[in-house]
């Protein structure tokens, strides 16, 4: 068995989204059955990708115990189905990727999003999960938390 920091982007913009952000956590507490180590500060910013409410964003930092049956990118992709029971039980509802005018995916209001930025330092490409997360360089809603809690082996991607 081999522990493994493994690193969260959450984001709500819909109802009470601070109690989103506050139960994401604790569900992912119960879930991963550990405390998490870090958590960041929550800030608000403007939607990223569409027009929308604002969004309040957090990121945390779990050590995670990787059983020795499984891989890397086996135990991300099950920490992937838990995050993602996570977001259906506080209301996520999952739609398929669309694409506007521009070639560009469209983004949607949600109660919740967990995104999985880092796994360790590994590089895990999958058709479901690309980690580290393709996106943190261009998301300052990503980068501006990621920072207060990242370790030298993280804050060198950014």
């Known amino acids: 068995m081999e522990r493994v920091d493994v690193y969260f982007s959450l984001g709500s913009n819909m109802g009470d989204r601070e109690d989103h952000l506050d139960t994401a956590v604790a569900m992912m507490t119960d879930a991963f059955g550990t405390r998490p180590r870090r958590v960041s500060k929550t800030i608000e910013t403007k939607s990223w990708g569409f027009e929308s409410a604002d969004f309040l964003n957090n990121c945390v930092l779990f050590r995670l115990t990787r059983p020795g049956s499984m891989t890397p990118e086996q135990h991300a992709l099950r920490i992937l189905q838990q995050v993602k ?4 039980i506080l209301g996520r509802v999952e739609e398929a990727m669309t694409i506007n005018e521009k070639g560009q995916r469209e983004y949607h209001d949600r109660p919740i ?46």
């Open 113 to 158: 999003d967990i995104d999985i930025l880092f796994y360790g330092t590994e590089s895990i490409n999958t058709e479901t999960l690309t980690i580290p997360h393709p996106l943190i360089k261009e998301r300052d809603f990503v980068k501006i938390p990621l920072k207060e809690i990242a370790s030298e082996d993280i804050l060198k991607f950014l």
């Open 85 to 88: 029971h996570i977001e259906k």
